[in-house]
Structure formats: structure tokens, C-alpha cells
């Protein structure tokens, strides 16, 4: 059965949602899963389950046509919102070097892809050796950039240019220290050369003011997604190429 | 000349009306103490007990902390020339009477200059009063655009 858990759960008789598929994904692995649907309130469910890695929305415009699953999305502003998504339970949830962060992104409208601003769509970064994962709009226009650093092995970046997408864009990033590589997904499939320069670390404390979907501090935001974003999850496992092309269909 | 700042728009409820908007405040000339104390009462303001995110007050902070953007849900009657004046007199103890004001109109919408003794505060209506969210919007990424090393972006 390729989805034991969303079966158990019986959510849904007949075809499964698209929540399902990525509850059912390595669900043993599975540690933060933020759909981003609710229709109000300042609470992001981390469906998951585990209520103490809910995330708290700022200034977002709730209940926005999402990926076409029939759940909804919020709208970032490009100005000011954010959800953060940073908590002591996320950051010992066995976070180490095999990890898989992926969701869901679309800009607001096509000038974004050339208003030269960093934007970034998610960032998860630890507070005692300041690594970082990220999945960005980068400074440079038309270019998507999938980014980290892991153990001070230096910065690593995966480019993609000459972006031009209005509609909806599956994002994924893989690490695997063992192998020493990067890979960044788009649309389901990798794309550039798999980076490498990871060396293995042992930080299980995240930056509480830097660990968020759209932004990268909460004490001063800045570089805000200007957009919609959904289905934000991480796995303490590499996803393997098929596992994520799957997730990119909705 | 209105220049949009004092202008209202169609009244509901005996006149209080809300709408979702940015607002920017910038020090030209206050204390430490006195910049606090204005910040801390604008972020009380706006419908802060919503169950929507973008209306309760969020605001960012430049990285000088001498201005801040706000969004939120506000009465119309919060962002006057006359409430900041209002704001800015008792925080001096002063009379409002006391503190001048002129408006001139830029490209990120009316923006007054508060003086007294000297420019102390710049307060800008981002689209301007009447704006809707999409036209205060545009009008603060134009900002943010423009001055990107003094707010912290890439």
C-alpha cells in the first residue's frame, strides 16, 4: 500500500488528498508539515501532529486559492509577513545530516521575478554553528537559488535562472552529508549541479528568530516572499528522486 | 490642498471607518524615550483582536530603528494629521496648537512633517488615505525597492 498512515487515518474514502501523499511520504521521517490552510486565526498547524511545532502567522491574507487541492494558501506581502515556524521541538526533532524540505510556490505576479530583492520562500537556520537551509528568490533577477551550510563547510548554492514562472512551483532541497550532496528539485525534477562542502554537525538548537516560511528574521523582516506559499514539510531523511516527483503532482 | 491626507471615505457606522493599509512613521528629531512611546501607542492601534492575520497591527522596523512601516486594519480617524499631532503633543506635554505641520505629496503617497522647535516626525500614507490595499501596497514595495540597504533587504 503506498500510503499506510493517510489510511489509517481514513480522511478521505476513495482518492487520496494531497496532504495525504506527503503525510504518507516517509511518515517515520516526517517531522514538520505545515499545510498553511486555515481560513483564520494566527495558528499554522503543523499536521504533522505535533502541536508544539505549530507555527505562528504575522500579517499574512488567509484563505487564498492554493495549489488546486482544494485547500487554500496564504498570501505573503513582499513587505511584511511571515510565519514562523521555529521551536524548541522542531529543532531536537533528530534534525541531522539527511535531510528533505519542500513546498509549494508562486509570485504575486511576474514584476517579482525582476525587482531585484532576495525573497525568500523558507529557511530553517541553527543558532550555535549558524547553519542554514534555504530555498530563495535570489538578489539576482529571474533566479531561483536552493541554499545551505552545514558544519562551516562554507556556503553551498544550486542555481536555476532565467525563471519566468507565474504559476505554481514545486521547491525541494536535499542534503546528504554521507554523499557530500546538495540536490534542489523544481517542478519535481533536479535541477543544476548537486552542490557539495557539507561536513557533518550536531547543532540541534534553531535560531528562534530565523527559522520561518517567507522571511529570515523575525526581529527585523525582511526580504519577504511576495507570493503564495503552501504545504511547507520537512523529513530527517533524503527523499529519494521519485518520492519528490510525486509530491510535485497534485 | 488635501493632498488625500484628511480626506474620508464613505462612512459606516457613524463614521468609523477601517480599512487595510501601510502607514510609515520616520524619527526627524525625537528623543530616544519620546520615539518609544510613539511607537508603543501606534502599535496598540488597528483591529488587534482579529481572527485575520493582516488585520491585526504587524509593522517592521528599519534597521536604524529610526522608522517603521505599519499594516493593518485601521480607523481611518487613527492615521489624521491631527491624531499624530494629537499623539506627539502629549508626548511633549505640550499643546497640539503648538506643533506644525505641512504636507507635500510624493510618489509613495502624502507624506506630513510634524515640527515644533525643529522637524520631528515624517508620517506617510502609503497610496494615501483614500488607497486600497493593492494601491498602499504597491506604493510600499516601491518603497522598500528604493531603499533597500536602510531596511535590510538584498
Redesign the interface.
Known amino acids: 500500500m503506498p500510503y499506510p498512515v493517510a489510511a489509517v487515518r481514513g480522511k478521505n474514502f476513495g482518492a487520496l488528498g494531497y496532504s495525504d501523499k506527503i503525510l504518507g511520504t516517509e511518515a517515520a521521517n516526517l517531522i514538520g508539515y505545515w499545510p498553511m490552510n486555515e481560513a483564520?486565526?494566527?495558528n499554522s498547524d503543523n499536521a504533522e501532529g505535533t502541536a508544539a511545532r505549530d507555527g505562528t502567522?504575522?500579517?499574512?491574507?488567509?484563505g487564498q486559492t492554493g495549489i488546486g487541492d482544494g485547500n487554500t494558501c496564504?498570501l505573503f506581502?513582499?513587505?511584511?509577513?511571515f510565519n514562523n515556524i521555529a521551536s524548541a521541538s522542531l529543532g531536537t526533532a533528530g534534525i541531522s545530516d539527511n535531510l528533505t524540505v519542500a513546498l509549494w510556490a508562486k509570485v504575486s505576479g511576474s514584476g517579482v521575478w525582476t525587482?531585484?530583492?532576495?525573497r525568500y520562500m523558507i529557511r530553517f537556520t541553527y543558532s550555535t554553528t549558524s547553519d542554514y537551509i534555504s530555498i530563495i528568490r535570489s538578489?539576482t533577477n529571474n533566479r531561483l537559488q536552493w541554499s545551505c551550510e552545514w558544519g562551516n563547510g562554507g556556503a553551498i548554492a544550486v542555481l536555476k535562472n532565467s525563471v519566468t514562472e507565474t504559476g505554481w512551483m514545486h521547491m525541494a532541497i536535499t542534503i546528504n552529508v554521507g554523499s557530500d550532496a546538495v540536490i534542489a528539485y523544481y517542478n519535481g525534477s533536479p535541477t543544476g549541479s548537486p552542490g557539495s562542502g557539507l561536513i557533518t554537525q550536531s547543532d540541534t538548537t534553531l535560531d528562534t528568530l530565523r527559522t520561518l516560511i517567507s522571511s529570515d528574521?523575525v526581529s527585523?523582516?525582511?526580504?519577504i516572499w511576495?507570493g503564495w506559499l503552501a504545504h511547507a514539510a520537512i523529513w530527517t531523511t533524503v527523499l529519494t528522486p521519485a518520492e519528490i516527483a510525486t509530491l510535485a503532482v497534485v | 490642498m488635501d493632498n488625500g491626507f484628511n480626506s474620508s471615505r464613505d462612512s459606516y457606522f457613524g463614521g468609523c471607518v477601517m480599512s487595510i493599509q501601510y502607514y510609515g512613521i520616520e524619527d526627524l528629531g525625537l528623543t530616544n524615550g519620546q520615539r518609544q512611546t510613539l511607537v508603543a501607542e501606534l502599535e496598540q492601534i488597528g483591529d488587534n483582536q482579529s481572527i485575520y492575520p493582516n488585520h491585526r497591527n504587524h509593522w517592521r522596523v528599519r534597521l536604524d530603528n529610526k522608522a517603521v512601516i505599519f499594516e493593518g486594519k485601521f480607523n481611518d480617524s487613527d492615521w489624521t494629521v491631527d491624531s499624530l499631532k494629537n499623539k506627539l503633543a502629549s508626548i511633549f506635554s505640550v499643546s497640539p496648537a503648538t506643533i506644525g505641520s505641512s504636507t507635500q505629496s510624493t510618489q509613495y503617497g502624502p507624506v506630513v512633517t510634524y515640527f515644533r522647535s525643529g522637524d520631528k516626525l515624517k508620517l506617510v500614507a502609503f497610496g494615501g488615505l483614500l488607497a486600497s490595499w493593492t494601491e498602499s501596497h504597491d506604493k510600499v514595495l516601491a518603497y522598500l525597492s528604493n531603499n533597500k540597504s536602510a531596511w535590510g533587504e538584498e
Open positions: 483564520s486565526g494566527t502567522y504575522t500579517g499574512v491574507t488567509l496564504p506581502d513582499g513587505a511584511n509577513d525587482d531585484s530583492t532576495l538578489a528574521d527585523s523582516p525582511a526580504n511576495d
